[in-house]
């Protein structure tokens, strides 16, 4: 599986990425000529090797020859719907700006069609954004890692005043990621930065198992004396194993007086503080009691989260946890184009070879209500289309 890992020992904004992106591979030219196809005017990119602390790394500079004026999600989405851009790239895009406007309304106490993007709505985040999901697409990455992420120290001036290193927006982004500081003083983690790795991120920690291919540097704006201000990201092919291999956490608890009416509300609860599997299971408890195992199957940054959320929603007195090991098979999404609009399908493979392919249920149900025709019309239509791209790709290879 192509595998990139975000290296943030000196944080990450939207130019570190695209400076990184072309440092490892991605063609200047190219990455531009897509990013023409948004429509819009008034932008320009250019890509100058620079030097920070020794480090020789490529800066991503975005200029804008218009008045930058706030803009809402909206308005965001419309440029980016009628872009002539790839569909996954759109899709993608959108849903970093939907991460950020999720952020900026908790912080402001807003609704997210209230938010405006007063710190990153402005062209130059747009042609990060975008580019960034330019550059993945271009690289062909279909996993992504990140190491813990270095905030820095400090105060920042922003458009409400002066605030705090990481700055609010930047802390609702990463409030499941690990962060830490030390003494390099300003802003290392922009909102624009936060708002990609914690959309493409489903993994934090140290550099995987992986085959190495290509490294790029991507310079930040300021620099520091004996501190590289950069980006480094690796990408490779983490194929040394047919299998997926990680170590994630259980956390179980019985139950045997609490109303079943509000079992379905703490599993949507579960999911939603990151939980990858949640079930429950019948057991006979003491004094005879009929109760229910509810378990939790977790990464160990999501630990505390859910644990407290098991407290609160339920009636239990404790919570057991204890650290396994799961192998998976190897999954990525593909997109796939149908009569009833594009779905994403879960695509599993062992030895090179699909061995189940699953489209995204609630996305065949929307467009089954949508066009009034029944699910399985819908599912059947996204299988013959992946079964006609995959076939294509086994004839190109």
Known sequence: MRTLYFDCFAGISGDMVLGALVAAGVDASALRE??????VDGFSVEFEKVNRSGIGATFARVETQVTNRHRHLADIKTIIDQSGLPTKVKHLATEI?????????????????????????????IVDVV??????????VERFVCSPLHVGTG????????????PPAVVELL??????????????????????????????????LMTLEKTGYGAGKRQYDGFPNVLRILVGDDKTSDLITERLWMLETNVDDMSPQIFAHVLDRAFKLGALD???????????????????LCRAQDQDGLRRMLFSETTTLGVRSYELERTSLERTIVNVQTEYGPIDVKVARMNGTVTNQMPEYEQCRAAAERFNVP?????????AGLRSEVESAETEK
């Open 155 to 166: 105060f920042v001036e922003m458009e409400h005043g002066t605030f705090p290193v990481p």
């Open 278 to 296: 949640c079930y429950y299971t019948p057991v006979h408890m003491k004094k005879n009691r009929p109760g229910v195992l509810i378990s939790i």
């Open 131 to 140: 580019g960034a999901a330019i550059g993945f697409e271009i690289l062909g």
């Open 97 to 125: 700006f939907s991460g950020l406007a999720a952020a900026e309304a908790q912080v402001h106490n807003q609704s997210i069609d209230q938010v405006h993007f007063h710190e990153v709505g402005a062209l130059d985040a």
């Open 175 to 208: 409030k499941k990621a690990p962060l830490y500081a030390t003494n390099i003083k300003g802003e290392l983690v922009t909102p624009t930065g936060a708002a990609i790795v914690s959309t493409v991120c489903k993994e934090f920690g140290p550099l995987p």
């Open 375 to 383: 699910l399985r019309v819908v599912e059947a239509a996204v299988r």
């Open 34 to 39: 897509q990013l023409m196809l948004l429509g």
